[in-house]
């Protein structure tokens, strides 16, 4: 069956992952800038203050984005480029750079679709409390409607937040991501801000006649190690996988945030202001068991029956298809837009120059396939964004996994599209042809 017209192909990054120019043209400190320098906090202390210096190559990227044919590049607006403090004015030469990138690609014929906050949160917010604090989520709001007032004539899709229950675990609970802040089931804080944070930006972009407008959640299939460990499986799967889209779709917590005292009752109508369509992204699924002991209702265990990434996360995509039947199943859903799949293998030049990532094209392949299956099962997916373009910054592992199309040498800033690029340009123009 082909894919209907209108349907998207793309492939997305963020900012602080791929921009550099961290203290370029007004730009601010993020949390990101102020994690990444303290000593332990990345491997091998890597940081993204060059990372592969989008700012300044962004045509050349532009232009690897037009030799894959893709409809649609996802990006993502760094908060302390537009809002330095988080507050107050505008930083006009943070936006000039996001004028140039929106005007860039509609000249190549790629739609843009923006990210408001892909983690990177203005240091100075963070100081005063960060997503623990709900003035937080107003200040969101406010960055929010001043790109849409530059941007939105051009930029036809929105997405609020990436991934906001990474935020709060990675984040605040468990320390291992910017902020570094070890709070556990004190982090619950952080999750309802955030999606506050997404009710007001949502209102925020309307009021700027921006076009559609999303939030793209990660999402972990809940797999019990055995019978006696499915309450582990049903705690992660609240935590993971409704946490954040209950509220949105539902109207409505699920059961851990019953009663919670930082819900306040006229929040949640402006949490669930309508969508136009949600993100789904996935990579695994996860091993659930019940633990001895600790402040969590859930423990993890290995998934080793499967084969892996260079990550060392299981590949799975009937875990993938069960995950967009699951979704379709448990709401009434808008449509959906698969914003983020991909995988990290080691992938270096061969001594003829060439990066050969054949795992990476069985990879996606794979799951591609199963999208697939998915809508001629009925279920409304309007696109497909892998991750990643480029080999980028990768969080606390810094740039040692590689998820792109594109390897970069980080010494050079040299891109060299892999066989996984040609084999992406090659399946689009066959689904392109088959309309």
């Not at 448990?330 to 030049?349: A, K, M, Q, V, W």
Request: glycine share 8%; aromatic share 12%.
């Amino acid at each position: 069956m082909g894919l209907p017209d209108g349907f998207r192909w793309g492939v997305a990054t963020a900012a602080y992952q791929i921009e550099g120019a961290a203290a370029e043209d007004g730009r601010g400190p993020s949390t990101w800038d102020t994690f990444a320098h303290t000593p332990g906090r990345v491997r091998d202390g890597h940081t993204g203050d060059v990372a592969c210096d989008h700012y300044h190559r962004w045509p050349e990227d532009v232009a690897l984005m037009a030799g894959l044919g893709v409809d649609a590049y996802r990006f993502s607006i760094a908060w302390p480029r537009v809002q330095p403090s988080g507050n107050g004015p505008v930083n006009p030469r943070g936006l000039d750079f996001y004028d140039r990138l929106v005007d860039g690609l509609l000249a190549a014929g790629i739609t843009p679709a923006a990210t408001l906050y892909h983690w990177d949160l203005p240091q100075p917010l963070e100081d005063a409390g960060g997503w623990m604090e709900r003035d937080t989520a107003y200040r969101f709001a406010e960055f929010s409607y001043l790109a849409a007032e530059r941007l939105a004539d051009r930029v036809e899709m929105w997405i609020t937040l990436n991934e906001p229950v990474v935020v709060m675990a990675y984040g605040y609970a468990f320390g291992v991501y910017a902020p570094g802040r070890t709070l556990m089931l004190d982090a619950l804080p952080t999750a309802h801000h955030q999606l506050l944070a997404h009710g007001l930006a949502v209102n925020a972009l309307r009021s700027r006649n921006a076009r559609a407008i999303g939030l793209t959640n990660h999402y972990s299939p809940a797999w019990p190690a055995s019978p006696a460990d499915q309450p582990a499986a049903d705690a992660f799967d609240a935590f993971m996988n409704r946490l954040f889209t209950d509220p949105v779709l539902l109207g409505r917590y699920p059961d851990l945030m019953a009663d919670a005292p930082f819900v306040r009752p006229e929040d949640l109508p402006v949490i669930a202001s309508p969508i136009d369509f949600l993100g789904v992204n996935y990579y695994h699924p996860t091993r659930l068991t019940t633990p001895a002991e600790g402040p969590l209702p859930f423990g993890m265990a290995d998934i080793t029956e499967y084969p892996t990434t260079g990550l060392g996360w299981p590949i799975v995509p009937d875990a993938f298809l069960s995950l967009l039947r699951t979704l379709d199943s448990r709401y009434d859903l808008p449509p959906l837009y698969i914003t983020e799949n991909g995988c990290s293998f080691t992938d270096e030049p061969g001594p003829d120059g060439t990066v050969d990532d054949s795992s990476r094209i069985e990879f996606l392949d794979a799951h591609v396939n199963a999208m697939r299956t998915a809508m001629d099962e009925g279920i409304d997916i309007r696109g497909y964004f892998t991750w990643s373009l480029l080999d980028n910054f990768e969080w606390a592992e810094g740039y040692h996994p590689r998820f792109g199309l594109v390897h970069v040498d980080y010494e050079t800033q040299e891109r060299t599209p892999k066989k996984s690029y040609a084999w992406y340009r090659d399946l689009i123009a066959s689904a392109k042809a088959e309309r």
